[in-house]
């Protein structure tokens, strides 16, 4: 059994990883981030809020489906929509235009040291050396990624970095913001109306009739495969792993999300990385991955836990 939540979990960052670079090859046609963040957002959301109304359930699933929202859980769904699932989104569809697919995403990649520090800020974690370490070598891989090593060899745009670092942080508040209202009225009922909230808001901003390009049939090919095989699919695989293995484990799995998405980055566009950047790759994933492990044993039990 844990074998096949392992495998669901490493799909799932599979799934990511391609999703990435399908929304590379979208913007060298000219497909802009907003409207394929528009048209992702409803249509994903869209279906998995109508797989979690229509799924097979149990009794207490019933009872949370059927929970009405409080007026302070329609606030908290509405910030985990606009700022979290929408933030995390547009944030990273932008660093993939700016600086592509495998940068963009060994940058999300450093999400949870936003939240280990947002948790040991809100002493719902103990801070240990070691962990402080962790934390320096990732910010040392980052910069051997993005500057080769130097300041005066800096590889990515300006914007291309900052939007890479801004998704990590939405990441992190798309995480840790809304898991009272998860544990309350489920993860698929919500992730599904955060992305539906989040895309109707967006089309104020861009349209899904409006695409201003020319939508072939490779490119709707495209569109639907992100829609289908890079969101609601490798969401569903990662709650299902869910229940086969523990969530730090399931979380530190999806590290075939960076590391395929590198691969991939090579093949199709023939992106080159010097042996410093790849260094760094695998810098940043190691400790992020070890810190993740450590800071999940470091957690401080809920009595325990200081408000």
Known sequence: M?????????????LWALSGIMCQFLFEKFVS???LVS??????????TSISFFQPTSRKQQKVLSKKFSARDLVSLLLFSLIG????????????QYSGAAIATILQFTGPIFIFVY????????????????????????????AKGGLQTLNISTTGFMMGIASAITLAFYTVQPREILVKYGEMRIAGLGMLLAGLVFQLIRPIWRPQ??????????????????????????????????????GVLTVTEPILA??????????????????????????????????????????????
């Open 2 to 14: 844990k074998l096949k939540g392992v495998a669901l979990a490493c799909s799932a960052g599979a």
């Open 33 to 35: 981030p907003e409207w």
């Open 39 to 48: 048209v992702r957002l409803l249509a994903a959301g869209l279906l998995l």
């Open 85 to 96: 699932m929408l933030g995390v989104q547009y944030t990273y569809f932008k660093a993939i």
């Open 119 to 146: 948790l040991v800020l809100h002493k719902e974690k103990k801070l240990k050396l070691i962990e402080v370490a962790l934390l320096l070598v990732t910010f040392i891989g980052v910069f051997l990624i993005v």
């Open 213 to 250: 390009f020319q939508l072939d049939v490779s490119s709707l090919g495209l569109v639907i495969s992100i829609v289908v095989f890079g969101t609601a699919l490798p969401f569903l695989f990662q709650l299902s792993s869910l229940r086969f293995i523990e969530a730090s484990l399931a």
């Open 262 to 307: 590198t691969i991939l980055s090579v093949w199709f566009f023939h992106s080159r990385f010097t042996s410093i950047q790849l260094l760094g790759f695998v810098v940043v994933i190691v400790s992020v991955i070890l810190l993740t492990r450590l800071s999940d044993k470091n957690t401080l039990p809920e009595d325990k836990v200081i408000d």
